[in-house]
């Protein structure tokens, strides 16, 4: 009975074919599941990206303005201290990038290529006021990731004293 394949042989085989479907099975079930977490990472490691270069870089140059910017970021060159941005720059970044008509051109000078919203707010006493906010043209899909940042707002403009201001600026895709 050298080639037939025996009662055992034949069990043994279903048996494995049985394990290695349930271990297929169980696997791609988890698949969507884990493709939806790698998106979200990495849409809050852009949001995150995005907060950073608004709060903790000076722009390019450091003093721009809208005749010249390179890239926009808000701190405050003056002091150079972490988180806090300069009121002038955000005044440059409404006047100069109202959104949605310069949605376009700030999306290239942050250098993004995804959809996003800011919100940049001051807090006068325990009032917050928004000074800044830009949505996209037209906002496709869902908010998947909002970040906030506190920061210090120098804004010499409306409070000649140097009084720092709270603040925050929220960034969301």
């Not at 608004?54 to 890239?71: F, K, M, Q, T």
């Not at 060159?77 to 002038?88: P, T």
Request: hydrophobic share 40%; glycine share 6%; proline share 5%.
């Amino acid at each position: 009975m050298k080639g037939q394949m025996t009662v055992e042989y034949l069990i043994s085989f279903m048996i494995f074919v049985g394990v290695i479907g349930y271990i297929y099975i169980s696997y791609s079930a988890t698949i969507p599941a884990f493709t939806g977490e790698v998106v979200k990472e990495h849409t809050r490691s852009r949001a995150f990206q995005l907060s950073e270069l608004l709060v903790n870089d000076p722009g390019e140059p450091e003093n721009w303005d809208a005749s010249i910017v390179e890239r926009i970021g808000l701190l405050d060159e003056s002091s150079n201290k972490q988180n806090l941005i300069s009121g002038d720059k955000v005044d440059e970044l409404s006047n100069n990038f109202p959104c949605p008509a310069q949605y376009d051109n700030l999306m290239k000078k942050l250098g993004m290529n995804e959809t996003f919203s800011i919100i940049i707010s001051k807090y006068v006493g325990e009032t917050r006021q928004t000074i800044y906010t830009c949505d996209p043209p037209a906002f496709i899909g869902t908010i998947n990731v909002t970040i906030v940042r506190i920061v210090a707002l120098n804004d010499t403009q409306s409070d000649p004293s140097g009084i720092l201001k709270p603040g925050e600026v929220i960034i969301q895709m």
